[in-house]
């Protein structure tokens, strides 16, 4: 299998743009999740999908963050527009029911 | 509300000594308790995890954890540490009928040749 694929792995936008990340999980996985990775907050949970429909976004910051899954093979996270302060490693994970969560190898964003 | 604790920010240790990373969660009930490692510029990868039965759990490259209930701890040793084990070590809590997961803050482990 390939695993939980994402992209762009590096993404280099200027403050006010669009951004799209893109993920595509194993498989088979009825899970999936969204994270972002910073020094300052550590790894949290933005939003999750169960069966293409989003369970729990609780995590996601603003109203200029949002989160599709229109198949169950494809994945966007969107910020528009985005800040400097949205600067972080974003994560995607599948799971199959509750098991491990298997993570994607990130994309890595920066605004300017 | 569930917390997990990873109270060493770094540690390091010598290529051929003991490991042994804290974990400490805090949780009603019993928890699943992962352990990731992420290497620079990777994903995470689950090196073991803990959902019920035997509190001595083994992983991959050579870890294994221990659950104690007593002391709400899941800490993750190996005997041997290698040069390719310097990486970052997460542990993980996921609660029962929610499938999410809390991170702890993570132990930056350098390993010495």
């Known amino acids: 299998d390939a695993g939980v694929i994402q992209s762009p792995r590096h993404e280099v936008t200027e403050m006010g743009q669009e951004v799209t990340l893109r993920c595509k999980p194993i498989s088979g996985h009825d899970y999936l999740f969204w994270y972002r990775q910073t020094m300052m907050r550590g790894l949290e949970l933005l939003i999750y999908?169960?069966?293409?429909?989003?369970?729990?976004d609780s995590g996601m910051p603003e109203d200029r963050f949002s989160a599709k899954m229109p198949n169950a093979s494809f994945s966007t996270l969107k910020i528009q527009p985005s800040e400097p302060r949205d600067s972080a490693v974003y994560f995607c994970?599948?799971?199959?029911?509750?098991?491990?969560?298997?993570f994607g190898p990130g994309t890595r964003l920066t605004v300017l | 509300a569930q917390s997990v604790t990873q109270p060493d920010i770094h540690i390091t240790v010598s290529e051929g000594a003991s490991l042994e990373l804290r974990c400490n969660y805090s949780y009603g009930a019993t928890p699943y308790l992962f352990w990731y490692v992420q290497s620079p510029g990777q994903g995470l990868q689950l090196l073991l995890k803990y959902f019920s039965g035997d509190t001595l759990v083994q992983g991959i490259k050579g870890f294994e954890a221990e659950f104690k209930r007593s002391q709400s701890s899941f800490n993750l040793r190996k005997p041997s540490v290698h040069w390719s084990d310097a990486a970052e070590y997460f542990c993980?809590?996921?609660?029962?009928?929610?499938?999410?997961?809390?991170f702890g803050t993570g132990t930056r482990l350098k390993v010495l040749a």
């Open positions: 999908f169960n069966n293409n429909v989003p369970i729990d």
């Open positions: 993980a809590v996921g609660t029962s009928g929610t499938y999410k997961y809390i």
């Open positions: 994970a599948s799971s199959l029911i509750m098991d491990t969560q298997y």
